[in-house]
């Protein structure tokens, strides 16, 4: 037992005698007037209800000792944890010093940043008021030259309108000179068969020689003959239809073009021309294209630029297997397109893909229509015949340039494509070189 609970007994033990005490001298006063028995009797009832207050008192008293031990247990466990917190604040504490530290120093570094990049923006504002004055200035001196242009512009109007009609004229000479031609070859033709009639029948020609008959008999023409044309450098021919024959180039369209002209010999062996060129992008299959097809329009092909716009240009007179000059002209500042056929304009128009970019990194194959890029041929819209001299620019050749395409006098500056630039012959395709459209055979 331990020095608790004898404490406890000696104190029940003192609270008993100092009852019996108290009790006894109760019975003593009260001899004369209770029976002994009856008091002891009480003395019994009442030390028994000591016992019980006192067991109740003592039960009391332990349990407030557990209470008092399981308090202690529990303070020291809350010592121990508020160890543990300080020791967690304090490594806080230093790392939110540090932290702090270091915000100080970048919240520093960054104002002076700010500081710097308000006196570039107010540096900025202050050039961009600057330019803005300059521009306004500009503006003014531009509407100034627009309204002067645009006065030009209606005095070259009027002037172009006044060529238009000589060109109209210009036009109406020609065909009728075109008309005198063929009337001459006519009579042409009835002079040489009177002269073979002649020779047939033994008769001397006359000696006038200003008689056409007698300048047939000595062989020479009465037209001067056709100039000699050497600047074509290549051919390509196209044998035979085939989806296996065309040709492809090194090179494409390396910038958007706004402007276009395409020139080549051409010999078509073939009652109908086909398909002569083709570009293609991702975006449209039918860029660029010249296109022909074995079919009832045999006439025409169509000149496309941006499918589905398109312009039918008339190539009835290059369908007689001889060699014949196309230029093909396009420009997008007003939609204009020119169709030269041996250096004479064979058609025009306006309003064709004003404003229109055709788009550069495409494909560009002769002799084939692409339904896909590099692919997707049909053999009934193949080329069949002989190119010469191709060339592509991306400017608009003027009418003195085209004349002089055709009439042998060079290629003009500045060409984007050539058949120098040819990659792969396909098919049956060959390719001859030849400085000299006669030997181009």
Known sequence: MDSSSTKANFLLFMIFFDACIIFGQNALQGEQRKPFFQKLRSLEEQFRRFQEVTLSRLNA???????????????QELTD?????????????????????????????????????????????????????????????????LSNLTQEIRGHASQIGLISADRQELQEGLQ??????????????????????????????????????????????????????????SMLLFPFASIENYVTFKKSFLSGIHELSICTWLRVDSVYMGTLLSYATEENDNKLVLYGRNSSRQES????????AYRELPIGAMLDGRWHHLCIIWSSIEGRFWQYVDRRLASTGSKFQKGYEIQAGGSLVLGQEQDSVGGGFDEAEAFVGRVAGFAVWDRALSPGEVSGIATGR?????????????????????????ECLEHCT
């Open 176 to 233: 009728v000179l075109h008309d005198s031609i063929r009337k001459q070859e006519n009579k042409m033709s009835q002079l040489e068969k009177q002269v073979r009639n002649l020779r047939k029948s033994g008769t001397p020609p006359s000696k006038d020689s200003s008689s056409p008959v007698s300048a047939l008999a000595s062989g020479h023409s009465l037209l001067s003959p056709a100039p000699q044309v050497c600047n074509v450098k």
């Open 61 to 75: 008293i332990a349990a407030n000792y557990n209470i008092s031990y399981n308090i202690d247990m529990r303070f």
């Open 410 to 434: 060079g290629l003009p500056r500045g060409s984007v494509l050539t058949l120098d630039d040819v990659e792969q012959l396909s098919g049956s395709v060959q390719l001859v070189h030849c």
């Open 81 to 145: 944890h508020y160890h543990n917190i300080s020791s967690v604040l304090n490594d806080f504490q230093a790392i939110t010093g540090n932290d702090l530290n270091s915000l100080k120093f970048w919240t520093k570094r960054l104002q002076k940043k700010t500081k710097k990049l308000e006196l570039k923006v107010e540096s900025l504002e202050k050039s961009v008021n600057d330019n803005g004055k300059v521009i306004r200035k500009e503006g003014q001196e531009r509407r100034g030259i």
């Open 301 to 308: 092909i169509d000149f496309v630029i941006g499918d589905p």
